[in-house]
C-alpha cells in the first residue's frame, strides 16, 4: 500500500535551517508528483512547494520562495524540503503528500513538526 514517511523535524532558531525527508513506498514514485504541505495551529492546510515526476518542474508558495528548495531522489523514493532562513512563522506541521490513480486519490504522510523559536 502507498506509504509515505516524513522525518527531520524539530526546534530551530529563527535564520536556522532544518532538512524534511519523505520516504515514499507502495507506487511509482519516479514518474508522480510530489507536494509538501504544512498547517499551522488554528489555520487552514496550505501548499508550500510541488515538484513533479523527473524534476524538471517545481511550484513555491510565494511564501517560501528564496528560502527553502525541494527535491527528490528517484533512485531512494525519497523527497527533501530544504529549509534555510527559518522563520517564526514557519512553524506548522509539515505533510508530504501525493495524489495517484484515475480518480486522483490523495495521500497524506503523518507529518512531522518544525518549530522556529528562540
Known amino acids: 500500500q502507498v506509504q509515505l514517511v516524513e522525518s527531520g523535524g524539530g526546534l530551530v532558531q529563527p535564520g536556522g535551517s532544518l532538512r524534511l525527508s519523505c520516504a515514499a513506498s507502495?507506487?511509482?514514485?519516479?514518474?508522480?508528483?510530489m507536494n509538501w504541505y504544512r498547517q499551522a495551529p488554528g489555520k487552514e492546510r496550505e501548499l508550500v512547494v510541488g515538484?513533479?515526476?523527473?524534476?524538471?518542474?517545481?511550484n513555491y508558495a510565494d511564501s517560501v520562495k528564496g528560502r527553502f528548495t525541494i527535491s527528490r531522489d528517484n533512485a531512494k523514493n525519497t523527497v527533501y524540503l530544504q529549509m534555510n532562513s527559518l522563520k517564526p512563522e514557519d512553524t506548522a506541521a509539515y505533510y508530504c503528500?501525493?495524489?495517484?490513480?484515475?480518480?486522483?486519490?490523495?495521500?497524506w504522510g503523518q507529518g512531522t513538526q518544525v518549530t522556529v523559536s528562540s
Open positions: 503528500h501525493t495524489r495517484l490513480g484515475r480518480f486522483r486519490e490523495d495521500y
Open positions: 507502495g507506487f511509482a514514485f519516479s514518474t508522480s508528483t
Open positions: 515538484i513533479t515526476g523527473f524534476g524538471s518542474g517545481t
